[in-house]
């Protein structure tokens, strides 16, 4: 699916639910739940709600072949690009 502009998601464990992801307009997650959270950031097209998983649920991201490379930024600092494809 091509999209103009950028995607942004927030990918939050219970720590981190009361900051980035909740001003992102996410859930907070109980310490004890050991969940995470999946929150898109202004979200331009497709799913516009926080999607929250299990703890044994893995996230991953693939970059499209089209796409330009990905930004990862961990606490907001810069930790590097996902490659296309």
């Known amino acids: 699916m091509a ?9 939050a464990t219970p720590t981190g639910s009361t900051a980035y992801n909740y ?4 859930p907070l997650l109980s ?4 969940a995470v959270v999946i929150t898109p950031v202004a979200p331009l ?3 516009s709600r926080p ?3 299990g703890a044994e649920d893995r996230v991953c991201f693939t970059a499209a072949e089209y796409s330009t490379a990905v930004a ?3 606490d907001g600092i810069s930790a590097g690009e996902l490659g296309r494809g």
């Open 72 to 74: 990862i930024d961990v």
């Open 45 to 47: 097209s497709g799913i």
């Open 3 to 11: 999209t103009t502009g950028r995607t942004r998601v927030v990918v």
């Open 23 to 26: 001003a992102a307009g996410g």
């Open 51 to 53: 999607v929250v998983l």
């Open 31 to 34: 310490p004890s739940s050991g």
